[in-house]
């Protein structure tokens, strides 16, 4: 859920949403989420699709976390997870390197581990030049993005 709250805007807006949303909600489980309506989610800041697709994760709450995820590859988890709407890669892995903490995970359409890499590799233009650097990193890229986004913003990142 909190993965969906900060897709597309800032670390310190998704930060403020998700205390709104935290705060109304009180604990963040399935049952206290189905309890809200779309429209009661929306006023804290989380766009109507994305409150759609929160309610949408409280209903399926039963097939989203009833899944092997210690047993499975990333490739798997990944597409466990993004059979849910609302949930695409940039999400998925987001849910992977910091729910699940897996140990390999890099999110290629991360602008902020792009921007890291570039701050790093000045050479670095294009997405696909980042990811290339990215791969190097390998089996421990779950780690190397905890860096990067360090180099840009001291406090830790959470979703």
């Given amino acids: 859920v909190r993965s969906i709250v900060g897709q597309q805007i800032s670390v310190i807006a998704a930060e403020s949403i998700w205390n709104r949303f935290e705060t109304m909600v009180g604990q963040v489980t399935p049952e206290q989420v189905r309890q809200f309506t779309k429209e009661e989610i929306a006023s804290c800041g989380?766009?109507?699709p994305k409150s759609g697709y929160i309610l949408g994760l409280a209903n399926d709450s039963e097939e989203l976390l009833n899944f092997p995820y210690s047993t499975s590859t990333e490739p798997e988890v990944r597409k466990h997870l993004i059979q849910f709407k609302g949930v695409g890669p940039w999400t998925a892995e987001m849910v992977m390197i910091f729910s699940l903490l897996?140990?390999?995970?890099?999110?290629?359409?991360?602008?902020?581990l792009v921007n890291g890499i570039k701050r790093l590799f000045p050479d670095v233009e294009t997405m696909d030049e980042a990811e290339k650097v990215a791969e190097r990193w390998a089996p421990y890229r779950t780690m190397a993005c905890w860096y990067l986004w360090r180099t840009l913003d001291p406090i830790p990142v959470e979703y």
Avoid at 102 to 112: A, E, F, N, Q, R
């Fill in 46 to 48: 989380i766009t109507r």
């Fill in 102 to 112: 897996l140990p390999d995970v890099y999110s290629p359409k991360d602008i902020g």
